[in-house]
């Protein structure tokens, strides 16, 4: 309630003062507004829904292409790890980044579970 009631007033930012409190403030807007989301989807309208679904679908194709993406890095890189003739360790393990970001891409659509119910309920698929 602070963040909102400085947000309102010009502040110069200044080493100290509530101006960082101000930075704070889109943040917790985001946060509001992800939560808002998952209680909300029952409130909105069949044309906002749609336009989710369409956001859903670019999404999804985007995850899918950089999971493929990074899944092509891995393979190279082991494959080019066991065919060289120096087998240095370092490079082998380098190969755990990709391995981590296509944990957390796979870890992320059960965000979508959501919206993908109320479009099943209202017959939008």
Do not use: C
């Not at 995850?63 to 899944?71: D, E, N, W």
Request: glycine share 4%; charged share 20%; hydrophobic share 40%.
């Amino acid at each position: 309630m602070v963040a909102y009631a400085a947000q309102s007033q010009p502040a110069k930012p200044t080493q100290g003062s509530t101006a960082s409190m101000l930075t704070l403030a889109p943040k917790q807007k985001f946060i509001e507004q992800s939560n808002m989301e998952k209680k909300d989807l029952y409130n909105l309208t069949d044309e906002e829904l749609l336009v989710e679904k369409q956001r859903l679908k670019k999404s999804k194709v985007f995850h899918a292409t950089a999971i493929g993406f990074l899944a092509g890095i891995l393979i190279f890189g082991v494959v080019s790890w066991s065919l060289s003739s120096k087998k240095n360790w370092a490079s082998l393990i380098l190969m755990l980044i990709p391995i981590t970001f296509i944990y957390r891409m796979l870890k992320n659509p059960n965000k979508n579970k959501d919206l993908e119910e109320v479009l099943q309920e209202r017959g939008l698929n």
